[in-house]
């Protein structure tokens, strides 16, 4: 048998809602309460903005950063003498530059060089094609006009060997002719002599 | 969203100090009820199927009570030294220290905090805030003769608890 009765669980019962709060403390969380709700909205926007996975990223990355930056600070064995940084730096610039400045010189110096020279073999070869071309081509057209004169020689002698032949069988007809002429005078010239 | 903030002014301005005492009565402690007003807020402005609710009150003293428990359980849990309890925020006179220092109300409320939701709902509703059985029935979606019935059920189910409780107590001493 259980040692507490309904009776006494209702007496309990009764005395915790009697529990009244003090008028000042309910009046500060309804107030509170108040201020909640009224600022929900920004509240709502930075729970948005920090669920997003993107943001919380960045955010850790940003403290690590600080973090980083900030451990660095604390334990560097000196203060840092910002003049004197300045100098150095400055100084180390300089020098990196003006070596770098002649690094870069030479080797644009090179390079135009390199360029120059591939230009210039480059436009010979082309030169030298060409002018191989040219006279390639002169030499044919020398070749051509000279078969063209060794034929037009060959046919002019052709026509005088045969103007010659032609000639000379004409003298030999006008020698016949001659003859046979010469051959009549003399038989008629006797006759006018016996007569 | 507008609305919603209208809403929840109203709910403030109609139940706030009701809510504010249920919370009060269920943690004993002034100073974490009003921590509790301020995480309820936000949990309503943050439910997002409020407009469903048909009783705003009604779901917010659910809610309410549910956060209360649930911090009854994390104090349970986290086993403070009598040095961690903070300064309360009555005054000595006041009849909130003489219960506190009772026993039996913290052994009530823990009682309370084990029975299942329905009974539990039922029991804060009628004993602890005093509100008449039609008005639970209405807020809980069931008839009066159920109210009585979670509610008959809660309080022999309390008495189990307690009792045995006591017996367990009884045997350790003797």
Not at chain 1, 41 to 69: D, M, N, T, V
Request: charged share 30%; proline share 2%.
């Amino acid at each position: 048998m259980s040692n507490i009765d309904e009776n006494e669980i209702l007496r309990r019962l009764e005395e915790l809602s009697q529990i009244k709060p003090t008028a000042e403390s309910t009046e500060r969380a309804i107030n509170r309460a108040r201020q909640t709700i009224a600022d929900s909205e920004s509240h709502k926007a930075q729970r948005i903005i920090f669920k997003s996975p993107i943001i919380r990223f960045a955010a850790a990355a940003a403290l690590l950063i600080c973090a980083g930056y900030i451990i660095g600070r604390v334990t560097s064995a000196q203060p840092i003498n910002i003049e004197q940084l300045r100098a150095e730096i400055e100084t180390s610039l300089k020098s990196s530059l003006s070596a770098n400045y002649e690094q870069i010189k030479d080797e644009l110096h090179q390079q135009v060089q390199q360029d120059l020279t591939e230009f210039a073999a480059q436009t010979l070869a082309a030169s030298t094609t060409m002018t191989d071309q040219r006279l390639m081509e002169l030499i044919r057209m020398i070749d051509a006009a000279r078969m063209q004169d060794y034929l037009r020689v060959a046919a002019a002698i052709e026509k005088i060997e045969m103007d010659k032949a032609r000639l000379g069988d004409g003298l030999q007809a006008l020698a016949t002719k001659t003859s046979e002429l010469l051959r009549m005078e003399q038989s008629i010239t006797p006759s006018k002599t016996g007569g | 969203m507008r609305d919603r903030q209208k809403e929840l002014f109203e709910l403030l301005d109609k139940s706030g100090a009701n809510l504010f005492a249920l919370l009060t009565r269920l943690t004993l402690r002034e100073d974490i009820a009003e921590e509790l007003m301020q995480e309820l807020f936000i949990k309503l402005n943050d439910y997002n199927g409020l407009r469903k609710i048909r009783d705003w009150n009604a779901y917010a003293q659910r809610v309410a009570a549910n956060l209360a428990f649930d911090w009854r359980r994390r104090q349970k849990r986290a086993c403070l030294s009598l040095d961690d309890v903070p300064q309360l925020a009555s005054n000595d006179n006041s009849p909130l220290i003489n219960l506190i220092n009772s026993e039996e109300s913290q052994e009530i409320i823990d009682a309370i905090s084990r029975l299942k939701k329905a009974p539990r709902q039922a029991i804060v509703m009628h004993y602890i805030q005093q509100q008449p059985y039609e008005d639970i029935a209405e807020q809980m979606n069931k008839t009066t003769h159920q109210v009585r019935a979670l509610c008959h059920k809660g309080i022999n189910h309390l008495r189990d608890l307690l009792g045995s409780k006591r017996k367990g107590i009884y045997n350790v001493e003797h």
